[in-house]
């Protein structure tokens, strides 16, 4: 088992930025563009991006609760 540190947590993201994205055109009816712009200009994903936040560890739908709150 590989340790989550700051050096190797951006292998993560891209699938967590995606499921946010899908949830977002999804639930938002907006377009992948924009969700993914959204997603990338929010706090939650400087978050995502700290590992001491731990928010990496948090699964798509408590994630997309975070974003919509922001939101």
Given at each position: ?71
């Amino acid at each position: 088992m590989i340790d989550v540190n700051q050096d190797n947590l951006y292998l993560l993201l891209p699938s967590k930025i995606s499921w946010l994205a899908d949830m977002l055109v999804e639930n938002k009816g907006i377009s992948i563009v924009e969700a993914i712009k959204k997603i990338y200009s929010s706090e939650l994903y400087d978050k995502l991006q700290d590992e001491k936040t731990k928010m990496w560890h948090l699964g798509p739908v408590a994630l997309y609760k975070e974003l919509e709150e922001e939101l």
